[in-house]
């Protein structure tokens, strides 16, 4: 006889979990008080998804008096011609008394389950759930602007709701945003520069994670519909049809669509947003008194379901009905059924092996070598170096299609390019050239040498000849070698939680993935091919113009195009010239505007004031014979200064990011704005955007990384690194090592923490935290070297565990393997170990580095090395007022950053950033009007077209400062081979007649 179950036995959780998903909405919230386990089950993300799919319905809202009724009915789950809702259909009714005496509905239907309600008396935004009858009440926006619109939208990649409020009767170039789950406390301003009028209490919608609401433009004053992404935050406007006139947005098999009240029976639907094109059909009306069309004054459209669309009609008396009155279907025309998107879900993901490919390794090795050439003379010149990911993916993505187009052309079988490989490449090449910077090679490991040690002066206090080592090919790949493979183990167990738990954004990452999944879409690859052709274009001419300028560089440093008095002769003694550089100007077009009036502001209070005001007073405040690089003089002011700026603004900034991580764990655990959500209204689109979700985590999820492998991987680098390291740097003892590799990964979960949430990484500043605190404790015997080398042990680590959550993320995104990701990190960060040094060798051997009056000037090679000397000897030796000077711009730099933070968006827009106005204090003024070159053009291309501008810009920066960084290659040759210029241009004043 089979054994009867006893009262103790389980119920089966499969079997639990699918009468749940059966029941109504109001029961399973009651039965969370069940048990534990029913509660768990119960607020799963999984299981709120799966109820929403499973039991999808629609949403109907009317108010009586002081009270707001929702009605919610069963969607079709199948198509028919012949369906249609009749008064015998199935309605469940949720009541609800009103939170003040006036309350306005955002005009759009109920997103994800959940309703949004404007309080009109404290104009705060109230989030409904009808299910659960729980209410949110939100923080007051504090608006500009006494009028404005609130909607709802809904990220499904996220999985977060987003309240959006924009005013309506002022022209709008900022919206308030709230995060729902996120444990947010305050509204976030996000800026547009597509300037416009919301129209009051528009109509709204949220389709697959975008709203669109209706607008005027605010220079044609036609009325446009705009889209803001609920994920993105980036604004869009989107053309109408010439010549309709309507008032009302829905969905429609997932996309837009509007009624035309010129033509009552037309529906147009949006097809492409990018290139405002739409399509419309044709309906009919089932009853004959319904006829005049449904914009009329007496009916109202309600929603959509499937190929449905459902009206009202409206009592002509002042008083709203209790209820909604059933309403009919319009029919429609079945759906397209060839014209179906095919989602992520359908697709075929490679193994994790496959995604790593031969053809896809060497193109990462090519292009990480030509971005180290790049990084290496970006950091050697200015220390401003931009992000060039957009540049990597884009060459990725050319080199490998035509490779496969140019062996298919031949009649070889190919593999098919993914977005996985796509990915892959992305990630090493990155990893590669991001050696280039965090290795040292133009801050700490350059400070050691002797040229920098001559160039701050033998006799100065604190700086040592035995504190003094030269470049090396060898040893600096050993040391690259094992210190940069640490950052990538320390932080691979709290990948899910990065991710997928705390939901981080990473906003570099994110883009990234946004562009690798378009190239591999039919529109994507036709902007993709053409991005192509443009940086080709621009690749080409910077090329050629860099190979025309060196005939006339001559020897020296005072001839050619670099020293072009384009703005006069005495301008050109206080460094304000063009240099006519293709880097720098890319550069400017590369970087947000406000970067690049900053670097110019600074230039001009540092060389068009401050430094002039200081020369005054050669021989009272300093010696007036020094030399132009005697740090008694002139020179110790331009570099202390710049040091004060520096530091003040990364103090400032870790302070605040720590603040932010701290605010954000607390919240994550509290979820004390966590408002549970049923999903009583989700489609068809909404369903298939969910299988996507659920693929990426699965997909995610499935090649771990065993937590075994990471922490012997750790602990075994950090014994091997701990052991070579006093063997490169002997002052730096081993107790020393072992100790930062016990500090390390909770800074390097701090730094990728802080750069999830505001895509700003402070390896330098936690660099610099260890340079201070080492070379206190060595002292003056062999401190400097100590010092620079643990910022260089602190730095790896931080930056390469950064990369590596942005890679992840990356990698989420586009369904690449988590096990390809992280070892195609590992893949490239051995190739940067090599490629770094051979290339920062090439630079070495064939130019002058580290001279103050070349083009190589290494700026941060002397402030790494005075940092390195503070840390030991305090500020002895200074010019006369130069402590108070520092002192002054510390303060400053923390006030500044203060005010960009507290002041409203409109003005801390135009508040300038420190850390860039401390740039041009040391190196000079002529890479900044290259900049803003730069940046005048992004303006005006931004103001005549605005679309070409944001797909093609990228492009355009990436071709000049490519093309002029592969003719380092010919030009470091030629060097070498003490082949110079033929001529030498130079200007001088005119002679006195």
């Not at 969905?251 to 097809?271: F, H, M, P, V």
């Not at 006069?568 to 063009?578: A, D, E, R, V």
């Not at 068009?608 to 005697?630: I, M, R, T």
């Not at 390291?725 to 923490?753: Q, R």
Request: hydrophobic share 45%; proline share 5%; glycine share 8%.
């Amino acid at each position: 006889m089979a054994q009867q179950p006893t009262s103790g036995s389980s119920f089966p959780s499969d079997l639990t979990l699918d009468i749940l998903l059966r029941l109504p909405a109001k029961s399973v919230w009651r039965f969370r008080c069940v048990s534990k386990l029913w509660l768990s089950i119960t607020t799963d993300p999984c299981f709120i998804k799966s109820f929403g799919t499973t039991r999808p319905s629609l949403l109907l809202c009317s108010i009586k008096c002081h009270n707001f009724f929702v009605t919610s009915t069963p969607q079709h789950t199948h198509h028919s011609s012949t369906r249609s809702y009749s008064s015998s259909q199935t309605f469940h009714c949720y009541p609800m008394k009103l939170p003040g005496e006036k309350c306005y509905f955002s005009n759009m239907d109920s997103v994800h389950g959940l309703i949004c309600i404007e309080d009109a008396d404290s104009k705060k935004p109230v989030v409904w759930n009808p299910s659960t009858n729980q209410l949110l009440h939100l923080p007051k926006p504090n608006m500009s602007s006494k009028h404005a619109n609130v909607f709802l939208g809904y990220d499904s990649v996220e999985g977060k709701h987003k309240v959006v409020c924009l005013p309506y009767k002022k022209t709008c170039y900022v919206c308030r945003v709230f995060t729902l789950r996120s444990g947010q406390e305050s509204w976030r301003t996000v800026k547009t520069n597509l300037k416009h009028r919301c129209i009051g209490y528009a109509s709204g919608q949220c389709i697959k994670g975008v709203i669109y609401y209706l607008a005027r433009n605010s220079q044609t004053y036609d009325t446009v519909i705009m889209s803001f992404g609920v994920l993105s935050e980036i604004f869009r406007m989107i053309e109408l049809p010439s010549g309709i006139k309507q008032d009302v947005l829905i969905s429609y098999e997932g996309r837009l669509a509007c009624i035309d009240r010129n033509n009552n029976t037309r529906l147009w639907i949006l097809e492409d947003a990018d290139k405002h094109k739409w399509s419309f059909q044709d309906f009919f009306l089932p009853l004959n008194e319904w006829d005049m069309g449904v914009s009329h004054n007496r009916f109202k459209l309600k929603g959509c379901t499937h190929a449905e669309i459902h009206i009202e009609k409206k009592h002509m008396g002042t008083e709203i009905p209790t209820s909604p009155e059933i309403s009919e279907a319009l029919l429609l025309p079945e759906p397209n059924k060839t014209a179906t998107v095919i989602l992520d879900q359908d697709e075929h993901v490679p193994e994790w092996k496959e995604q790593i490919t031969i053809r896809g390794l060497v193109v990462s090795a090519l292009l990480g070598t030509l971005f180290c050439i790049i990084t290496h003379k970006l950091n050697l010149t200015v220390g401003i170096i931009p992000s060039l990911n957009v540049a990597a993916g884009l060459l990725g993505f050319f080199f490998v299609k035509s490779w496969t187009g140019f062996l298919s052309k031949l009649g070889f079988t190919v593999k098919p390019f993914t977005k996985q490989e796509n990915t892959v490449i992305q990630t090493c090449v990155v990893a590669c050239y991001g050696l280039a910077f965090s290795g040292g090679f133009g801050s700490y490991l350059i400070a050691m040498d002797e040229k920098t040690y001559k160039l701050i002066g033998a006799d100065y206090p604190g700086n040592h000849a035995e504190d003094v080592i030269n470049p090396g090919l060898w040893w600096m790949i050993g040391f690259l070698f094992v210190v940069s493979f640490l950052g990538l183990f320390s932080l691979v167990p709290l990948r899910k939680v990065m991710v997928l738990d705390y939901k981080l954004t990473y906003p570099s990452g994110t883009a990234t993935a946004m562009l690798i999944n378009s190239f591999h879409t039919n529109s994507g690859a036709e902007l993709a091919a053409n991005q192509v052709k443009c940086l080709g274009k621009y690749l080409s001419l910077s090329l050629v113009w860099s190979c025309f300028k060196w005939f006339f560089s001559g020897v020296g440093d005072a001839c050619g195009f670099d020293n072009f008095p384009t703005l006069g002769l005495t301008l050109f003694k206080n460094t304000f010239y063009f240099d006519f550089s293709p880097t720098y100007v890319g550069c400017g077009l590369i970087c947000p505007h406000i970067v690049n009036c900053s670097v110019l502001l600074g230039a001009i209070i540092s060389w068009g004031f401050l430094w002039p005001f200081v020369s005054q007073h050669a021989g009272d405040w300093y010696p007036a014979d020094l030399g132009s690089n005697d740090f008694k003089g002139l020179y110790g002011y331009k570099v202390f200064i710049a040091i004060a700026i520096i530091l003040g603004d990364g103090l400032y900034n870790l302070v605040k990011i720590i603040a932010v991580t701290v605010k954000e764990l607390c919240s994550n655990s509290s979820r004390h704005l966590n408002l549970p959500v049923v999903a009583n209204v989700v489609d068809d689109e909404a369903s298939e955007i969910l299988l996507v979700k659920k693929k990426r985590d699965e997909v995610f999820l499935k090649d771990r990384i065993p937590l075994g492998f990471a922490v012997s991987g750790y602990v075994g680098l950090a014994a091997i690194s701990t052991a070579t390291i006093p063997l490169i740097f002997p002052p730096l003892k081993w107790y020393f090592v072992l100790c930062s590799y016990f500090i390390a990964p909770a800074l390097a979960f701090c730094n990728s923490y802080g750069t999830g949430l505001t895509d700003w990484s402070l390896a330098s500043t936690y660099g610099k935290i260890g340079l201070f605190i080492i070379a206190s404790v060595v002292g003056t015997d062999g401190g400097v070297i100590a010092g620079l080398a643990a910022c260089g042990v602190m730095m790896s680590i931080v930056s390469t565990a950064a990369d590596l959550m942005q890679d992840f993320k990356t990698g989420y995104l586009t369904l690449s393997s988590a096990k390809s990701m992280f070892v195609s990190q590992l893949v490239g960060t051995a190739m940067g170990c090599i490629i770094a040094p051979l290339t920062f060798y090439l630079f070495w051997s064939a130019f002058d580095i580290g001279d103050p009056n070349g083009p190589y000037k290494a700026p941060y090679a002397v402030i790494f090395r005075e940092m390195a000397i503070l840390g030991i000897e305090g500020f002895a030796e200074l010019p006369k007022h130069c402590l108070a000077l520092c002192y002054g711009f510390f303060v400053a730099a923390l006030i500044v950053n203060l005010l960009r933070d507290i002041t409203p968006p409109k003005i801390s827009q135009f508040i300038p950033i420190p850390m860039a106005m401390a740039v041009p204090f040391y190196i000079g003024a002529y890479f900044a009007i290259d900049m803003f070159v730069g940046t005048v053009i992004l303006f005006v291309w931004e103001r005549i077209n605005r679309k070409d501008a944001d797909d093609y810009a990228g492009a355009v920066a990436s071709g000049l400062i490519c093309g002029d960084g592969i003719w380092t290659i010919p030009s470091a040759i030629l060097s070498i081979l003490r082949i110079n210029p033929p001529i030498c241009m130079y200007f001088k004043p005119a002679l006195a007649s």
